[in-house]
């Protein structure tokens, strides 16, 4: 029978994006905030650098140094990496707050397989944890939104990270139907290199890529256009070049991405059972995730599917807060994690 003992300090939330790692704490909230980079020596494995540090290392390293991002689509693509960067950061949050062998709730995405779920729960367990449980991420974005789903009623997350795009419909305490795309933060950075590289011949880094992006990427139009200054290599010299970008080049750069993303949010609505959506007409669709901070996609999502859209409040935080939260009512919501259903 499984049972989870009561919260104590011991016990730590980590939303595992592929854009940002995330760490809450009972009682000190979000305690880390870094991108989900680490930096390795190659001759000794050693860990050189993580988060904001190593980030500043993509693209730039020598021979002897590996800087890279450990997790693609949301999922583990670099096991050692993903490994030594979790120790590391594990190892400082429980420094820095005077914490032993912790308890760990980790954010998944709901189309993890069970292999890859294994690898996540072993990488948590060798960084140091105690016991290690998991959450889908759209239940940890719908309950770090501030959604009851422990209510027999329907509500609606869509929760657009770095690696991928997770809409579900939850009730009940479960998830009652998802998709997961994996086309999200990334793709639409890579949507943006692409454009700018065919439109202006210049060659442009996923870091400016991912600014243009938060500046001025929108899904409809804006009221008043926005331009931003670029600086890229242009193709033909080899020499660096300016050049100035609008919104509405932005919108034309990420418009197939976005528009596959409204695509899977309507066919999980066309999905989901009368009841539940009569209960999402009513409440709307909640937007998590850095992908909601696109200027215009709630407008966009609701033209598409004639209900009310909501970005939720601290979106790129949703996930985390969602995994603090069950851990302080994991009596009323044990039936979110993924292993401890497994273990009953």
Do not use: W
Not at 322 to 330: A, H, Q, R, V, Y
Request: aromatic share 2%; hydrophobic share 40%; with cysteine.
């Amino acid at each position: 029978m499984f049972k989870f003992l009561g919260l104590n300090s011991k016990d730590i939330g980590i939303d595992l994006g592929t854009a940002n790692l995330l760490v809450t704490l009972k009682g000190k909230g979000i305690v880390l905030n870094e991108p989900s980079v680490v930096a390795i020596d190659k001759n000794t494995g050693e860990i050189l650098a993580t988060g904001y540090e190593a980030k500043e290392m993509l693209g730039r390293t020598p021979e002897t140094i590996k800087a890279v991002r450990p997790l693609r689509d949301g999922v583990i693509a670099d096991f050692t990496a993903t490994e030594l960067m979790l120790k590391n950061i594990i190892k400082k949050v429980c420094r820095q707050n005077n914490v032993g062998k912790p308890r760990i709730l980790v954010g998944v995405p709901s189309g993890i397989t069970e292999v890859e779920e294994r690898a996540v729960e072993e990488a948590v367990m060798q960084a140091g944890a105690k016991e290690v449980y998991l959450i889908e991420e759209p239940m940890a974005a719908a309950i770090g939104a501030n959604l009851d789903v422990s209510e027999p009623s329907g509500n609606i997350i869509v929760d657009i990270g770095g690696g991928t795009t997770e809409v579900a419909v939850v009730s009940l305490g479960g998830i009652v139907i998802s998709h997961s795309l994996r086309i999200a933060g990334d793709e639409l950075d890579e949507d943006i290199i692409n454009y700018i590289k065919r439109e202006y011949n210049l060659a442009i880094g996923d870091t400016t890529a991912e600014e243009i992006k938060k500046q001025i990427g929108c899904a409809l139009p804006l009221m008043t256009e926005m331009t931003m200054d670029v600086t890229g290599r242009d193709l033909n010299t080899g020499l660096p070049r300016n050049i100035v970008v609008t919104s509405s080049n932005i919108q034309e750069a990420i418009e197939v991405s976005i528009n596959e993303i409204v695509e899977t949010v309507k066919a999980t609505l066309e999905k989901t059972p009368p009841e539940l959506a009569s209960d999402i007409m009513e409440k709307g669709i909640v937007l998590a995730g850095g992908g909601a901070l696109i200027k215009n996609l709630d407008k966009l999502l609701s033209e598409r599917t004639g209900m009310p859209v909501y970005v939720a409040e601290d979106p790129l935080d949703c996930v985390v807060k969602g995994t603090g939260k069950t851990l302080e009512n994991i009596e009323k919501l044990r039936t979110v994690l993924i292993n401890a259903r497994k273990r009953v």
